[in-house]
């Protein structure tokens, strides 16, 4: 960088760390405007931990997903240190970092925040390891939480859709309990990743509003209740001792950067740590996004919905609803679906013949690219195809990780841009069947924002206008959740009053940047009637069909244990 372009010192920064499924970013913003002048990515050396344990080669079973902390806190080590020599930034001149992380990620550690995969005598015990959010073998307990809820008519199961899903802090801890006792009993915290890293970063222990609402069941009137707990196993009566009651606000300051954490990151020691959040959740502060009606669809390897609102409702299948969960003083929805580049990376993986991939390379395009180029010649409905995206179970509306996917009406002429597109098409299908669910229940939907990785595919996003037969916004950042952590650390050095003020000044989108087109979405309504019957066809008895898929799904765990 000249010194013509160099940053100007009178400025101060913030740097915003998005913790990922697969790597963590970390990006370094202006306080003053959002600009953002330098990033670096470090990809996790472990990835996601799926069929064995590191080192010991402990196999794990069917439907989990587990990760390293020490992925983590390389993050800071490398990424950081890495953003700040890209941006030219002078390190005394930030002034605040904030984080987010997927969820519900969360780990069992001892009381000083010691991750137990980290005892030597540990390591080779499954559920000593941090659980991914896609780690659904959980399902059973889930089960079991909203059996026991429904039956006693606990008042906070329907302020989560009806369902607490399997990849939540309690299916998650309750699992821990039945399958490892003992490790259980060694548990002395239960927490999430969002707050973990910011233990690291501060040297003290502190839960956000975030992650406990949406992920730990945490209403205004607290926990759900110990003789709750104990129905569902004696010895789960003291599951809530490992969590921690006082939350802070989003945008709070949760601590000063720690000696140790300035070593590592290479920024000054005592400037501001902002509360822990969640991936999705601030990004609707780099979509300058915090009005009610304003619903952010993060969208890459899953999707989550999320959307303030001034009505608090009880919809049907969502993942919660949540005081402040998203911007103070307002109601914080959320809703999502398990898979969705997922499922594309899944197809163009296992499901496209050599010829096609050889092509893609005599073009220098990627096979996505190749595919999408197909796939956008084509007629709406001209592959005959419908699809239902459950390949990694449903999040919303249905909340059940025991479903899989389903793909009608093949034929020998099927080629693969028309399954690509099918898929494609059933993900919007997903995301209109949430937005339904919230509009049925009096909570409009009036912009649509998206954020993601998957915005770059302009065929996916003209498919979700038409399917959604409304305007899309997209947000303007590249990285929406790393540039959405920035701000919430702005609010926290006291750059601004509050997250709104923070996102009008520092976050940005593209309104109606894709608008629908009339023909295509009246065929696609034709098409989406499809979706709806065979959604609740293949849902199960509860909706009025069968119960093939968990069927399917049973034998399969039956079989390979």
Known sequence: MSADSAPDPARRYVVGIDFGTLSGRAVVVAADDGEELG?????????????SLPGSGVRLGPNWALQSPADWVDVLRQAVPKALAVSGVDPASVIGIGTDFTACTVLPTLADGTPLCELGELA???????KLWKHHAAQPQADLINKLAADRGEPWLNRYGGKISSE??????LQLLQEDPELYARTERWIEAADWI????????????????????????????????????????????????????????????????????GLPVGIAVAAGNVDAHVTAAAADATRPGQMVAIMGTSTCHVMSSDRLAEVPGMCGVVDGGIIDGLW????GQSAVGDIFGWFVDNCVPPAYVAEAERQSMSVHAYLTGLAAQQQVGAHGLIALDWHNGNR????????????????LAT????????????????????????????VAVEEFIVAGGLLKNELLMQIYSDVLRRPISVVASGQGPALGSAIHAAVAAGTYPDVPAAASAMGRRTESAYLPDAARADRYDLLYAEYRELHDWFAGEAYGGTGVLHRLHALKNEVIG
Request: proline share 5%.
């Open 396 to 411: 919303s509306v249905l909340v059940d990780h025991n479903l899989s996917a389903v793909l009608v009406g093949q034929t």
């Open 198 to 265: 910011i233990w690291q970063l501060t040297g003290i222990e502190s839960r956000n509003v975030c992650t406990a609402g949406y992920k730990g069941i945490r209403t205004e009137e607290g926990y759900p209740s110990r003789e709750y707990l104990a129905a569902l196993d004696p010895a789960f009566a003291d599951f809530t001792d490992k969590l921690a009651d006082q939350l802070l606000a989003l945008g709070a300051p949760a601590g000063r950067l720690s000696p140790q954490a300035a070593e590592w990151t």
């Open 415 to 442: 080629r693969p841009e028309d399954g690509y597109r099918a898929l494609i098409e059933a993900t919007a299908f997903g995301t209109r069947r949430i937005v339904e669910a919230f509009e049925q229940q009096g």
């Open 168 to 173: 939540w802090e309690f299916a998650k801890g």
């Open 124 to 130: 080779d015990r499954p559920h000593a390891w941090p």
């Open 39 to 51: 990033s670096a990515v470090h990809e996790y050396s472990h990835g996601v931990i799926e069929t």
């Open 332 to 335: 914080g929805y959320e809703a």
